[in-house]
């Protein structure tokens, strides 16, 4: 049984954002006519009642300057009455007049069985409305009626001794009543329905409407698998702008990947041409001896060793996905301080930290790792007696990841604003008397240049040397 259920509201769901909207919309704007309607019928109701009930009194009290009794207390109509349905029977519109002792109606009220009232004797300036009660027609058929009645005391002609209460009753056939309500009834649900079906198609008209960029989106995302389109285009409204803005990132990172991969395999094919060319040579020539021969090829073996593990390392290190965990900088800068304490210690170099707390960075941890330690080591290698490692996040737009900003200075003796193109450039070496091999800046242009960031080479304002400040942009 359970299996069955869920079948069926999977079956039953809206498999469409389209489809959903319309469904809840639709929903509410029926259960909001539908309360509209109860609402305007209960009101409409209501004010019949009162108007009814307004009538009513009027009635009565235009009888009651119209009623006299003579001495036996019977009753008297010096006037015509208020609605000339007063005087003929089984009209509709009744009157009934209850004094102690007894009663009396108009013609109206001759056939028809009302509600008894000789009982219901109400105190002066009393007033009541009741109904629908129960009647008998003129014709014998069930009938329903509203009742008004209103207490009064008769003046006895002035003398106190003779005064005695009456009340009048007036009533009305309900059919009347009714007759409107079923008209003003109709009239509202069929224009609550006409309302309600031109709501539902304008409704269904704005969610197309309001859907289109989604489906844009979905049009330019399927040209982009198709490769019919590089990327997706930047005119979107600026709730799917973070969505473009992040496919298109994810695009040209994966691009750039797929670029750096290529090239990375066709470096390494170049690199080892020349040593697997010297091999063959070697080989076919037969001209040396086996020692030499095997010199040769245990150096070749380490020279392609040293290329094929500098060419994945450079791959690993460039490998740059856009979308990573936080990585704390405190940690992994003081793992490799420590390191190259240990390294430089006969120059007895001090690093210090000027972390912001909770500061990181968001990328691989190796890239991290491989930024640090290049500029920190560049740092300890040039540097007198201070380092100085500074972190800080950079302010961002609402809504999106903030930057960071990555300083390392030094008190050694600086880079001449002339010679930082050629320091950065890979393979050169600000001093060639200095042991390193020139590539650890030219690595940390590659990072920077993955991640979008800026380097910038300058004098340190605090310590005097070189500042390497890198800037990596707030993240989507």
Known sequence: MAVGRLWLFRRWRPRSLQAR????????????????????????????????????????????????????????????????????????????????????????????????????????????FEGPLPITQIDGSPGKVYRYGLGLIWGGDGVPEAEFPYTIYVMEDARAMGAQLRVFRGRVWFWLGVTGVILLLLQTFVLRWSLRPLRRVINELTKVQRGESERMSEQHPRELEPLTESINAFIESERENLDRQRNTLADLAHSLKTPLAVLRTQLDSGQSSEAELREEIDVQLRRMNNLVSYQLARAASSGHKLFSAPV??????????????????????????????????????????????????????????RVLLTARATPAAPGRRAG???????????????????????????????????????????LIKDYRGELQVKRSPELGGARFEVSLPPGL
């Not at 001449?416 to 042991?435: F, N, S, T, W």
């Open 21 to 128: 909207q319309l469904l809840a919309a639709s929903v509410g704007l029926v259960a909001f006519l539908a309360l509209a309607g109860y609402a305007l019928d209960a009101a409409f109701a209501d004010t019949a009642e009162a108007n009814l009930r307004e009538r009513l009194k009027n009635y009565a009290t235009a009888y009651a300057g119209g009623i006299d009794f003579t001495r036996d207390r019977s009753l008297y109509i010096r006037e015509q009455p208020p609605d000339p349905r007063f005087d003929v029977p089984g009209s509709g519109l009744y009157l009934q007049v209850v004094m102690p002792g007894g009663h009396g109606n108009s013609m109206s009220a001759e056939g028809p069985i009302l509600p008894e009232v000789s009982d219901r004797l109400l105190p002066p300036r009393h007033e009541i």
């Open 328 to 385: 704390p900088i405190e940690a992994s800068a003081e793992e490799i301080v420590r390191g190259l304490e240990k390294v430089y210690v006969a120059k007895g170099v001090l690093c210090e930290f000027e972390v912001d707390p909770g500061v990181k960075f968001y990328g691989e941890p190796g890239d991290l790792q491989e930024l640090l330690g290049n500029l920190l080591e560049n740092a300890f290698k040039w540097a007198k007696r």
């Open 404 to 446: 960071l900003m990555l300083a390392v200075d030094d008190d050694g003796p600086g880079i001449a604003p002339d010679d930082i193109a050629k320091v950065l450039q890979r393979g050169v070496r600000g001093d060639e008397r200095v042991q390193g091999h020139g590539i650890g800046l030219s690595i940390v242009q590659d």
